[in-house]
């Protein structure tokens, strides 16, 4: 066999064992292979393309090794970056192809308080006149007529409260629960419960008694104690007061007023309170009745014959056109001089 030939056979026998062995890339193998067969046509000056190939691959591998080790090198630094933002490891996941893809988990704030939703004070529809009732302040867009309803001297029993709020409730109607402090000390869950069935809670001095006659210290001590004791029960002050009997005074006016509350008897008396009108439901009704007049501020308190007459009543307010006004609706005008100068 010539030389020549024995030689291009040895390497033909190398590239085979190579690449039955597993050594060096399939790149590798199939670029030899292609140097031997361009050996094979050229002569032995291949020899040296072989090798310059070889060099030239090697040196291919390593920039290859170099490219996916700073790769690599990446992604380390970004998945620590990712620790380091996220305050926890970074979630990964490989595809079919051996890559990885990293997935960010941003943990729930613990620290983050929920803002309380801020609640629109109600639009401001009436004013009280020097006689105790009622007008729109834009007569263009709101109704005069209206009545607001009033309870005295409670609260007393859960039986009677609970009547007058379902039958509220049924009319959707609000009124103005005006409490003594004595009777809110021994009931204070009635008091509670008024509240939180959405009425008003006014002030009628701890005591029940003539204001008129009492000393500025002892007039200050029947409003204060009451404001106070309804704050600690329902959580805020009243913004309305009613003297007892009706008898005020200037010192009274002016204590009533520091407190933020607005000064008020009434334009419409239901005389459920008295003798006349004891055990007789349909005489209350009579008595508001023959009263009425749009704006009308209507005095009644937590009297069983009064419970009784109340859903007659609301109905035939309603049947002859007349709403009920909510004391949120209510200005206080609480910046301007006073608009009753005189009790009734």
């Not at 943990?107 to 929920?114: E, F, G, M």
């Not at 009319?171 to 008024?194: D, M, S, T, W």
């Amino acid at each position: 066999m010539p030389k020549r030939r024995a030689y291009q056979m040895s390497l033909v026998t190398i590239a085979m064992l190579l690449a039955l062995t597993g050594c060096g890339a399939s790149s590798n193998t199939k670029t030899a292979v292609n140097n031997q067969t361009n050996e094979a046509s050229t002569g032995p000056g291949s020899t040296n393309t072989t090798t310059g190939n070889a060099n030239a691959n090697t040196k291919s591998e390593a920039n290859q090794n170099a490219a996916n080790t700073s790769q690599n090198g990446n992604d380390t630094k970004q998945s620590a970056t990712n620790q380091s933002n996220n305050g926890e490891p970074g979630t990964t996941a490989s595809d079919n192809k051996g890559a990885e893809t990293t997935t960010n988990t941003t943990p729930a704030d613990t620290n983050q308080t929920d803002t309380p939703a801020v609640t629109e004070a109600p639009q401001k529809l009436y004013r009280m006149n020097k006689v105790y009732s009622f007008v729109p302040i834009d007569k263009n867009t709101t109704t005069g007529k209206v009545v607001l309803l009033t309870f005295d001297d409670g609260p007393k029993a859960d039986k009677t409260v609970t009547a007058l709020l379902d039958t509220l409730d049924k009319h959707k109607a609000k009124a103005i629960f005006f409490v003594n402090g004595y009777r809110v000390k021994a009931h204070p869950e009635l008091l509670k419960k008024i509240a939180d069935r959405g009425q008003t809670i006014g002030n009628h001095s701890w005591d029940h008694i003539d204001l008129k006659k009492e000393s500025e210290a002892s007039v200050k001590k029947q409003i204060g104690d009451v404001q106070q004791i309804v704050k600690d029960v329902i959580g805020k002050e009243p913004v309305f007061f009613r003297p007892p009997f009706g008898n005020g005074n200037t010192f009274v006016k002016s204590v009533v007023r520091d407190h933020g509350m607005l000064y008020m008897t009434w334009s419409n008396g239901s005389l459920d309170w008295d003798a006349s009108t004891k055990d007789k439901p349909d005489k209350v009704i009579a008595n508001v009745l023959d009263q009425l007049h749009p704006g009308v501020n209507i005095l009644m308190h937590e009297l069983p014959w009064t419970t009784d007459a109340l859903d007659t009543l609301l109905t035939k307010l309603e049947e002859k056109g007349y709403g009920f006004i909510d004391p949120d609706t209510i200005d206080l005008e609480l910046t301007s001089p006073p608009a009753a100068q005189t009790a009734k």
